[in-house]
């Protein structure tokens, strides 16, 4: 797609004024879109600004108008979706526990904390795809976002946490972090789309199918938090 951004000639009406503003606002999102889709396959490092303007079919310059560098850009990217995705999550876990009050179990902390999520995946297209398999990158490589993921996401992360410790009030908080960190770690592998499940499956299964990754995430890691708190309650962890 080709995107202008001449400047306005003088003479011009008012309400082209006001079209020039949106064209700039439309121009933004292409470049931010182009970007994002690059840095969700290539990385920060195996993308340059003239690969992102030619992508929309413009000079690089025109990009370079919009954010000073490819960090810039970059990080413009991240902070574009992620505030969404963190207020959303946040709201669907305050809504989880006013409506259950002091019922709060893991299955339920969990959908709330997973589901807002999955369903942007699910119904959001190929940008919001491609903005989870960034993520993830994001969330492997820190030196490449980790401020900006760490301002935005860690609220997220707490207020589950939260959540948790009201479920299993005799789990101890060194073990709903690590039972966290599993979590995250199963999310973040959903959110790269690998396509390591389609192959392993023979088809069965697929990176992209977000409504069945749904229907059993939440169920698998509420059993992985209770596996952990019996065996910690029996002693019988492995030495």
Request: proline share 3%; glycine share 8%; aromatic share 8%.
């Amino acid at each position: 797609m080709v995107v202008s951004d001449a400047p306005r000639r003088a003479g011009t009406p008012k309400s082209s004024a006001r079209s020039k503003s949106e064209q700039r606002a439309e121009t933004t999102q292409h470049i931010l879109d182009a970007a994002e889709a690059l840095f969700s396959r290539h990385g920060l490092h195996g993308v340059t600004l003239g690969q992102v303007a030619k992508a929309i079919g413009v000079h690089t310059s025109l990009v370079h108008y919009y954010f000073s560098d490819k960090r810039a850009l970059f990080d413009a990217v991240i902070e574009r979706r992620a505030p969404v995705t963190a207020s959303k999550r946040i709201q669907a876990m305050d809504a989880y526990e006013a409506s259950v009050g002091e019922a709060v179990t893991l299955e339920g902390a969990l959908h709330a904390f997973l589901d807002t999520d999955l369903d942007a995946y699910r119904t959001g297209g190929e940008a919001w795809r491609n903005f989870g398999a960034l993520a993830a990158q994001v969330a492997n490589t820190p030196e490449w976002g980790a401020e900006i993921m760490n301002r935005l996401m860690d609220p997220v992360v707490m207020r589950l946490i939260a959540l948790l410790k009201k479920a299993m009030p005799e789990m101890s908080d060194e073990d709903i972090f690590w039972g966290y960190h599993f979590v995250s770690g199963a999310l973040l592998t959903t959110l790269a789309r690998t396509g390591r499940i389609d192959v392993l499956s023979g088809g069965l299964c697929r990176s992209e199918d977000f409504a069945s990754i749904k229907r059993r995430m939440a169920t698998f890691m509420a059993g992985g938090f209770r596996a952990i708190c019996e065996q910690e309650r029996n002693g019988t962890a492995p030495a």
